[in-house]
């Protein structure tokens, strides 16, 4: 149900390179218990943003996705 609407809401694609290949689930606070899956802690990324950006530098990336999130709210 998560992804779903998650898929929806980003268009299929990453949120950062907008590339519609290799998609993932990204959780930005992480996993606890309070956000697992959470749809305001939920974003679609592609393997490449996913692994090689977003979790090489998680201090960097984080704030942007949150305001991503914060954007998307109605």
């Known amino acids: 149900q998560t992804y779903e609407y998650v898929h929806t809401r980003d268009g299929g694609k990453c949120v950062l390179c907008h590339s519609n290949e290799l998609i993932q689930l990204h ?3 992480g996993r606890g218990k309070h956000l697992t899956n ?3 802690n ?3 990324l592609c393997f490449d943003c996913h692994h090689n950006k977003v979790h090489k530098n998680n201090k960097h990336w984080r704030p942007i996705l949150n305001n991503y999130i ?3 709210k109605t």
């Open 27 to 29: 959780h930005i606070r």
């Open 38 to 40: 959470d749809i305001n």
């Open 42 to 44: 939920c974003v679609l």
């Open 70 to 72: 914060a954007n998307k």
